[in-house]
């Protein structure tokens, strides 16, 4: 088992930054993909980003790239979502994921979310 809890999300005008804080405990966490997704009101869960174990590869959808940076400190167990030129459609509860592989973070599949936390972008 792996528990996830964000933090760092908030109300922000449009242009500003926010960074999004996952803190995992549980299963060992330097070996499991980390991700983030959203979810706006009415809408499905989307993907935003996501860093392989050690960190060497990433993906990113394609409305966040440019502007938002995953990383990981796995010597704190922790990942971290840096949000900046942030728009009003970014608006979304901010939600952690971990899984077996960058893949299957990528996809959605793996099972092991957070709680999420609040994003508002005002403009």
């Known amino acids: 088992q792996v528990q996830l809890v964000e933090s760092g999300g908030g109300l922000v005008q449009a242009g500003g930054s926010l960074r999004l804080s996952c803190a995992a405990s549980g299963r060992t966490f330097s070996s499991n993909a980390m991700g983030w997704f959203r979810q706006a009101p009415g809408k499905e869960r989307e993907f935003v980003a996501a860093?392989?174990?050690?960190?060497?590869?990433?993906n990113y959808a394609d409305s966040v790239k440019g502007r938002f940076t995953i990383s990981r400190d796995n010597a704190k167990n922790k990942v971290y979502l840096q949000m900046n030129s942030l728009k009003p459609e970014d608006t979304s509860v901010y939600y952690c994921n971990a899984g077996v592989s960058i893949v299957v973070v990528t996809s959605g599949r793996s099972g092991y979310w957070g709680q999420g936390t609040q994003v508002t972008v005002s403009s």
């Open positions: 860093i392989s174990w050690m960190g060497g590869r990433t």
